[in-house]
Structures are given as structure tokens and as C-alpha cells.
């Protein structure tokens, strides 16, 4: 199957002026009448440099979910991902059941293991960021708890990190067993064998060498546990520059490139850049 997600991530205005809420939902709105399968934004609380200014405008990701929810009527809505350090899962669970009710059984759950140590110490979540084993251990109780809330009223759990006593998850997801949960990351040894074990979906990133490589990764780690793969709807995330023709893509991409500051093959290995044409080639290589 194929699946697209329109990934807001870009809070900007041409000028910097205009009801910025109605721009995000007109985006939305867009994708929908368009055919796309789904819209996320980013969990995250202020802009990621070099990409874009830290003083760029970010709203809070659920919040605007679950507006988005009342605007739309089809497509899908979440997170590409929740950072699993800045919510505790619980509380997480509950609010991606209410985005479910909002909007009529439309939500998923997009998770990770957060990276961003500078968004980190600036809201207060600690001194600095947890070592990487300790965020997937918490991010793989995350999801124990995570499907516990969504498959049952009351959910027990007792954990290193976390523990629930009888958490009620009233109302229930309209979703039977809860929003779909998407896991993103692309560690071999420890992450992808967390989406072998819980997710629905696999978010990656990366060329289609990249891609092809991790696929066979996460097919061994199914192995290994007796899952079939195939129960696992996989996606890449990367960025795009589209353009009525090549050269307009080229200009852009190349304007896009400078301020990052990043060589052009690594941008070039991030983005699909080109007219229509162009850019359904590049993407049939991924969805190959």
C-alpha cells in the first residue's frame, strides 16, 4: 500500500504577518482534499537550528492536533514524534485517546526517544538529557503503558521509570485497541527491535540505500520474535521541494541548503528535490 503524510513542520509565514492558525489549517485542509493519508507536526517547543531559527514560531503539538481535529473530517492526525521524556505516558495515552474522540477515530501516536538537549535544559525537563539507554528504557515502558491505557479501563503497571495504579482510561478510543502507534528512529540494536516488538508503524529516514538496509533490520528483529513484518506499515520521513519545473526546485533547494549550512549530499540524501515528474520518480525508488 502507499501511504503520505503531510509533515507540517515549517510554522513560518512569507511575511512574518497573518492568522497563523488559519494558514496551519488551510495546509491541513489541503492535504486532505488532495488525498493524503495523513497530517503530523513536530513534539517539539521551539524551533530545531540549522533547519530553521530557534526564535521561529512552534506551537505546542497536541493542542494544535486537536484544533486541527474540529477542521478536518478524513485525515489522519499525530505526532513525527512525541518525545517520550517530556510527557509521562499515562497522561500521553489519555491525551492521544481524547485527540481519537475528537476527531472520530482519526488519531495515531507517534513516539520516540526525544534528542533535543537544547529544547531539553531550556523548559526545565532536567540539566541535561538522559543517556540513550535510560530514554529507550523509558520509551519501551512508554508503550507497555501506552497499550495498557488503550486496550483496557483500568490499566496497572510497575515499572523502573513508571507505574500506574489503576489509571482510567475513560471514554475509550473510538479506534478498537486504541490510535495505531507509530515508533520513530532508526538504532539497529535497541530501536528498531522495540518496533519489531509494539508498533504498528515504522518511521525511518535516510536514501533508499539507507531505507532498503534498515527494512532488512527490522525484518530480523521480527524474526527473532516470531512477528510477521508485514503487520508493521513502514514510512520515511524527509524533507521535499516541489516546483512547477526543475529549475524552480534547484533554486529553492539551494536557498534551503545555504541555510542550513549542510553539504549538498547530505541535503540531497534528506530531500526529494524537483518539478512533479521528478519527484514522483525519486519517491517511486522509496516506495520500491
Not at 17 to 23: A, N, Q
Not at 96 to 107: C, H, K, N, P, Q
Amino acid at each position: 500500500m502507499t501511504y503520505f503524510d503531510l509533515h507540517i513542520a515549517d510554522f513560518r509565514t512569507e511575511d512574518g504577518s497573518g492568522d497563523l492558525f488559519e494558514r496551519i489549517v488551510a495546509a491541513a485542509q489541503a492535504a486532505e482534499e488532495a488525498g493524503f493519508d495523513a497530517v503530523s507536526v513536530m513534539d517539539h517547543l521551539h524551533q530545531i537550528p540549522p533547519y530553521m531559527a530557534r526564535t521561529d514560531p512552534m506551537p505546542e503539538a497536541y493542542v494544535l492536533l486537536g484544533a486541527l481535529a474540529a477542521r478536518t473530517t478524513r485525515i489522519r492526525l499525530g505526532t513525527l514524534v512525541t518525545a517520550v521524556t517530556y510527557r509521562n505516558p499515562a497522561l500521553l495515552a489519555k491525551m492521544v485517546t481524547t485527540l481519537d474522540l475528537v476527531s472520530g477515530g482519526r488519531a495515531f501516536l507517534g513516539i520516540g526517544a526525544s534528542w533535543n538537549e537544547d529544547e531539553y535544559r531550556a523548559y526545565g525537563f532536567g540539566d541535561g538529557l538522559l543517556p540513550i539507554r535510560e530514554r529507550l528504557d523509558r520509551l519501551e515502558e512508554a508503550l507497555q503503558v501506552c497499550k495498557a491505557m488503550f486496550s483496557g479501563i483500568e490499566a496497572h503497571f510497575e515499572g523502573r521509570h513508571y507505574r500506574l495504579a489503576g489509571a482510567l482510561n475513560l471514554p475509550r478510543p473510538v479506534q478498537p485497541g486504541g490510535p495505531p502507534i507509530l515508533v520513530g528512529g532508526t538504532g539497529e540494536r535497541r530501536l528498531l527491535r522495540l518496533v519489531a516488538r509494539y508498533a504498528d508503524i515504522a518511521n525511518l529516514f535516510g536514501d533508499p540505500a539507507t531505507v532498503r538496509h534498515k527494512l532488512s533490520v527490522l525484518e530480523r528483529h521480527c524474526e527473532e520474535i516470531g512477528r510477521d513484518s508485514a503487520e508493521i506499515l513502514k514510512t520515511r520521513t524527509g524533507m521535499l521541494i516541489v516546483a512547477a519545473t526543475a529549475a524552480e526546485a534547484e533554486r529553492r533547494a539551494e536557498k534551503a541548503r545555504q541555510s542550513t549550512g549542510l553539504d549538498d549530499g547530505t541535503f540531497r540524501q534528506r530531500c526529494i528535490v524537483g518539478d512533479p515528474d521528478g519527484v514522483a520518480e525519486q519517491a517511486q525508488a522509496l516506495l520500491d
